[in-house]
């Protein structure tokens, strides 16, 4: 699966953005897809999960609340809505597409094919 994210952009605190990930591949046969961001100097985080059949999500608890995780299969898109942004979010985000079902989905090396990351840029 090739991954193409995008929508990243500079913002104010407080404000919003909305990444997309777009997917090429046989998503069909993927478990889900993921958004990880990595700060300056900090290690690779998890953000949000989806599966790409159910549905389901899950999220970080930094992000709960003011994150969304949708998917539109038919276009075998994935979607990060992030609102009431933080200073502490800024980082470069990556989608990452997870082909199996075995493995905790915040664990990094568990996904097989990464996005080439999209910077968000938070000023307070």
């Known amino acids: 699966v090739q991954l193409q994210a995008s929508g990243g952009g500079l913002v104010q605190v407080g404000g919003s953005l909305r990444l997309s990930c777009a997917a090429a591949?046989?998503?069909?046969?993927?478990?889900?897809l993921a958004w990880f961001r990595q700060a300056p100097g900090k290690e690779r985080e998890f953000v949000a999960f989806?599966?790409?059949?159910?549905?389901?999500?899950s999220y970080a608890d930094s992000v709960k609340g003011r994150f969304t995780i949708s998917r539109d299969n038919a276009k075998k898109t994935v979607f990060l809505q992030m609102n009431s942004l933080e200073p502490e979010d800024t980082a470069v985000y990556y989608c990452?597409?997870?082909?199996?079902?075995?493995?905790?989905?915040?664990?990094?090396?568990?996904?097989?094919?990464w996005g080439q990351g999209t910077q968000v840029t938070v000023s307070s």
């Open positions: 591949g046989r998503t069909f046969s993927s478990y889900g």
């Open positions: 990452a597409n997870k082909m199996g079902y075995s493995g905790a989905i915040s664990y990094k090396e568990g996904y097989d094919s």
């Open positions: 989806i599966r790409w059949s159910a549905g389901s999500t």
